[in-house]
C-alpha cells in the first residue's frame, strides 16, 4: 500500500497515508497529533494530513487536497491545513521526483538535535551506502514559513533531514521509502545513543566510508 506508483489513484493515497501514519503512531515516531504526512496525486495538488489529528488515527476523508501554493482544493468544514504544509510544499517544488513527504517527531533522532549533535552518518555502512548525509537545519519555529526556509538550501542533495529540536523530515518517490528513511535514521541514532551510553563509538574506517560514499553516488543517487 505504501509502496504506490506515480498514477496512483487518490483513494489508494488517502488509504497509504492511513497506513503511514498508523505505523509512524505505533512506532513512537510521532505522538499526539505532531508530524504531517503527504502524498502528491497524479495531477499535481498534494494531499495532506490536517492540523490537530492524530497521525495514528486518521480516517480516509481527514486528508485535505491542496495546490502547489497552498491553495485549499478540498477539504471537510471541520478540517484546518497544518501550518507546516508550506515545508511539504517546498520539498515538492524543488524535487519533481518525490511523491510523498514524511515529518516525523523520532526520538533518537530528535535527541541529537536538542543535544547539538550532528548526525552519525559513519557509524553504521548501510546509512553512508543508502541514504548518505543528514544535515541539521538551522532552529525554526515551528508552524512558520521558517520551516520552509531552513529546509530549502538541504531539499535537491539530500533525502532525509533532522530538523533542529523539532524531529526529522524524509521524503522519496512513494511513502515506503520515506518511511525507511524515518526508520534508518532513528535506528541509527538509538544505536549512537547507545554506544556513547556505554563509552566508546566506533567510527567506520575512513576508507571504507570513501568506497560506501562511492557506492551510494553510483546506485542511490
Given at each position: 500500500?505504501?509502496?504506490?506508483?506515480?498514477?496512483?489513484?487518490?483513494?489508494?493515497?488517502?488509504?497509504?497515508?492511513?497506513?503511514?501514519?498508523?505505523?509512524?503512531?505505533e512506532?513512537?515516531?510521532?505522538?499526539?497529533?505532531?508530524g504531517?504526512?503527504?502524498a502528491r496525486m497524479e495531477n499535481g495538488n498534494i494531499l495532506i494530513t490536517p492540523s490537530g489529528i492524530s497521525k495514528g488515527r486518521l480516517s480516509a476523508d481527514d486528508m485535505l487536497v491542496v495546490d502547489l501554493d497552498g491553495n485549499i482544493i478540498s477539504s471537510r468544514p471541520d478540517r484546518k491545513p497544518s501550518s507546516e504544509t508550506p515545508m511539504h510544499l517546498e520539498v515538492y517544488k524543488q524535487r519533481k521526483d518525490v511523491r510523498a513527504v514524511l515529518?516525523?517527531?523520532?526520538?533518537?533522532?530528535?535527541?541529537?538535535t536538542v543535544s547539538g549533535l550532528e548526525f552519525p552518518v559513519d557509524v553504521l555502512p548501510e546509512v553512508l551506502l543508502t541514504l548518505g548525509n543528514v544535515p541539521v537545519t538551522a532552529y525554526a519555529t515551528p508552524s512558520s514559513h521558517e520551516?520552509?526556509?531552513?529546509?530549502r538550501p538541504f531539499v535537491k542533495d539530500h533525502n532525509a533531514l533532522l530538523l533542529c529540536q523539532h524531529g526529522s523530515l524524509t521524503y522519496g518517490k512513494n511513502l515506503d521509502e520515506a518511511l525507511i528513511h524515518l526508520e534508518r535514521i532513528e535506528h541509527v541514532s538509538e544505536i549512537y545513543w547507545r554506544a556513547k551510553m556505554?563509552?566508546?563509538?566506533?567510527?567506520?574506517?575512513?576508507?571504507?566510508?570513501?568506497?560506501?560514499?562511492?557506492?551510494?553516488?553510483?546506485y542511490f543517487t
Open positions: 500500500m505504501l509502496n504506490f506508483s506515480s498514477t496512483a489513484g487518490e483513494a489508494d493515497l488517502r488509504l497509504a497515508i492511513i497506513e503511514c501514519g498508523r505505523i509512524a503512531y512506532r513512537h515516531l510521532v505522538t499526539s497529533n505532531d504531517n504526512i503527504s515529518h516525523a517527531h523520532p526520538i533518537f533522532a530528535t535527541t541529537l520551516d520552509a526556509a531552513v529546509i556505554l563509552g566508546e563509538v566506533k567510527r567506520v574506517p575512513p576508507e571504507a566510508q570513501a568506497k560506501l560514499i562511492e557506492l551510494h553516488e553510483k
